[in-house]
């Protein structure tokens, strides 16, 4: 195999890993990074998160709704899919994509990056809603 080949070929792989993720992953990633085993994380605080963070003005719930498998809305009237997983199966299947909606909505909604243990617990709590 030539090297562009080889080079076409583990481009593939990564792409393929990337579309293999799944919530269990990205819940147990964001779990290790946080030190804790999935034993650990709190469902209950994940919850609390999503219900009670931020100062009220601002809440995960005034974009999402109080029911994560309902569609929610943005300030511009733009719809957002569910965000949990068994109202949405594209959820949590991308690690760049969390990454990147977990830093811009904790920096507009607490003032600050969520921590990769509330990460998880968030994750954990999604994961239980049927
Ligand atoms: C101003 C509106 C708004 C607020 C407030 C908001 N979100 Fe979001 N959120 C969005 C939008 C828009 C997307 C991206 C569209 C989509 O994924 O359907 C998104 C996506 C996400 C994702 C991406 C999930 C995935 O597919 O990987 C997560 C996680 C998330 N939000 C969590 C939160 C949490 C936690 C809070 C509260 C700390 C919050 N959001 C507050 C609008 C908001």
């Known amino acids: ?3 562009a080949l080889v080079m076409a070929s583990l ?5 393929n890993a990337a579309a293999a993720e799944t919530p269990l992953h990205l819940r147990d990633g ?4 946080a030190g804790l085993a999935p034993a650990e994380l709190s469902v209950a605080a994940g919850e ?3 219900r009670r963070g931020g100062d009220g003005e601002r809440q995960c719930v005034s974009c999402h709704t109080e029911d994560p498998r309902r569609k929610g809305k943005t300030r511009a009237g733009k719809l957002i ?4 997983p068994s109202a949405n199966a594209a959820r949590f299947t991308d690690a760049a994509k969390a990454e990147k909606w ?3 909505n904790c ?3 607490l003032g600050r990056a ?3 243990r509330e990460k998880a617990n968030l994750i954990a709590w999604l994961m239980t809603i049927n």
């Open 102 to 104: 977990f830093a811009r």
């Open 1 to 3: 195999m030539n090297k």
């Open 11 to 15: 481009s593939a792989c990564a792409l």
């Open 81 to 84: 899919a569910p965000l949990a």
């Open 114 to 116: 969520c921590s990769a």
């Open 48 to 50: 609390a998160l999503f």
């Open 30 to 33: 964001y779990a290790r990074a």
């Open 107 to 109: 920096a507009d909604v």
